[in-house]
């Protein structure tokens, strides 16, 4: 009951659809005129899969829990018997599977655009990936939208995260010849392992998807239990307040 109206919520949420879909099927259509090495297409064709998971999942997710609690819906699951933790996972399962499918429709549908191939083994590897990267994301929009009481400082927050990200990780470009800083800011940003492993999956090299995996299942772990411990059924309640 609970999933099925969490599910139903995100699929209203008009404003992350776009930007899970039309956003990155347009900047891949735009991108993708001005550049037409076909190595660069595949890269980014991966690159803005992973990133409209990305918009979809964190900041979505923030605004969803900021406005929930705010109007008192949270307050009335507390009277219930369930638990912080089953609501937090209802919620990243809901926005996590709509991310996946969308991810699915954009790398199909731009593959198709790009007459590039479709590996159907490199199609079942990049699953698992955006999966567990769906997780990861909206465990963090969780933590936006725990810690901003308006959206004001929710879209703040979001934007401290979503730029570096963004621009720190080989979306549109690969950061191979970047100074040596950068590389190592991009290795703490979950979406850069994100994209090297569906790069890898793309590519049908599930070995040099192992890295990224367990690197990315460490942030997920982490990002999770933070999300949990941040959790705020009253929006007067302060953070890492004991559920």
């Not at 297409?41 to 918009?55: D, E, M, S, Y």
């Not at 599977?97 to 990049?126: D, E, S, T």
Request: overall charge positive.
């Amino acid at each position: 009951m609970v999933f099925r109206g969490l599910l139903s919520g995100a699929l209203r949420d008009r404003i992350s659809l776009f930007y899970a879909l039309i956003f990155p099927a347009a900047a891949l259509a735009v991108l993708a005129y001005f550049f037409e090495d076909p190595g660069y297409r595949r890269h980014l064709l991966v690159g803005v899969t992973a990133l409209g998971g990305f918009f979809f999942t964190m900041s979505g997710t923030g605004f969803e829990v900021m406005r929930q609690r705010q109007r008192g819906v949270y307050k009335l699951l507390r009277a219930t018997p369930f638990p912080t933790g089953a609501f937090v996972s209802a919620l990243t399962a809901a926005r996590g599977l709509i991310a996946l499918v969308c991810a699915l429709f954009v790398y199909v549908g731009g593959a198709l655009f790009l007459g590039a191939g479709i590996a159907p083994a490199g199609l079942l590897l990049m699953l698992p990936a955006l999966a567990l990267g769906t997780v990861c994301f909206t465990a963090l929009g969780f933590i936006l939208g725990n810690l901003g009481n308006t959206e004001t400082q929710v879209a703040g927050i979001n934007n401290l995260f979503v730029l570096p990200m963004t621009f720190a990780s080989p979306v549109f470009y690969s950061l191979e010849g970047a100074p040596r800083w950068v590389q190592l800011l991009s290795e703490a940003m979950p979406l850069r392992h994100l994209v090297a492993a569906l790069q890898a999956a793309a590519a049908v090299d599930p070995v040099a998807m192992i890295r990224p995996l367990v690197i990315l299942c460490g942030f997920t772990a982490a990002i999770l239990l933070v999300a949990v411990a941040t959790f705020r059924w009253d929006p007067d309640a302060r953070l890492m307040r004991r559920a």
